[in-house]
């Protein structure tokens, strides 16, 4: 049933509108500036035109999903945080108290926080309750969670997405929050992505190089418990996943079904973003890369995705952090559309 689902949310993902894009060129070079002088700013003017079917889209009304779930791997120290901080967290950014809360209401973004996974009961009337287990297994030892419970968790992402998009959401950042996400997400690389265990893994909240060769270990052994066939992501991301993570690949999923652009943040919003495009290869095109984050693996991963960051900051948090902090950016872009004049109308000479 559920996979019958996620098969018709991926069947709605249609390639960009060419028209657009060709239009959107076309007031780029009738601009006042040599062609092509706005760099990446041109580029997003342009991708966003392909995926809104509009040359300068309305995307004033934008949200983050932060996706909370929590992970089984944790017993196994893997991370500089013990797992409680995850539905701790979850608090904190109810109460708008949290980094992506911040750096959100700086940008004209709302923060929606979904519990899809939290192993914690949590009585909130302004979390969005989509809990699917009570964080994963311990993937070391068995699947972290079933194939099941990865489709619902996909399923229940994209799900909010379209609610959103019928509240008048036009454009998506994707966050997350779980104490041990950057284990699962170092195995999808290893996995989906053919990077390296020793490449994939990195130090996440910030342990040593000790605990990160120990964290290796972890990783290889999970692949290894679990074989995970790399050419089905859905097992993949059952076996040596997360339910956030999950839930972020039907957040992407489920904005490219309804044509908005969705902006990709760190490490582990990338792992999502992997598992996205091996799931529906149209869907990479709604996606726009972010940041890059110090954590190492992702300058790789993005790569593989066929993402480019478009800022540096040095940043290793999630949340979504390096996703909103790209709106204005984006809105950088749609007001070069919008308010410059052309060489027509200002009466300067072509070269
Ligand atoms: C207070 C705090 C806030 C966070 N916000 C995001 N993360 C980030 O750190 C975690 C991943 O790192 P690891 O795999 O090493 O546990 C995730 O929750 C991620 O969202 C946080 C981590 C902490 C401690
Ligand atoms: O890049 C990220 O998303 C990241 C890196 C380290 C820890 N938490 C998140």
Redesign the pocket.
Known sequence: MSEAVLKSIIARIEPLNGEAVEDAHQRLNSLTKPPGSLGRLEEIASQIAGITGEVSADLSKRAVVVM?GD?GV?EEG????PAE??P??VL?FLAGG???NVLARGAGADVYCVDIGVNADLDDERLIQRKVRRGTANMTRESAMTREEAIAAIVAGADIVKELAGQGYRMFAT???????????AALCTVLAGISVEDAV??????NEERRQHKIGVVQRAIARNEPNRLDPIDTLSKVGGL?IAGLVGVILGAAAERCPVVVD?F?SSAAALVAAALSPQSSAYMLGSHLSHEQGHRKLLEVIGLSPVIHLDM????G?GAVLCFPIIDAALRIMREMATFESAGVSRG
Not at 175 to 185: D, Q, Y
Not at 202 to 207: A, D, F, P, R, S
């Open positions: 909370a992970h944790c893997v991370s500089a945080f901080v995850t701790q967290m904190n949290a980094a992506v966050g997350e929050m779980g104490i041990g996400n950057t284990t699962a997400s990195g130090l996440g909240t910030g342990i956030e760190g582990i290793r948090l999630g949340e952090t």
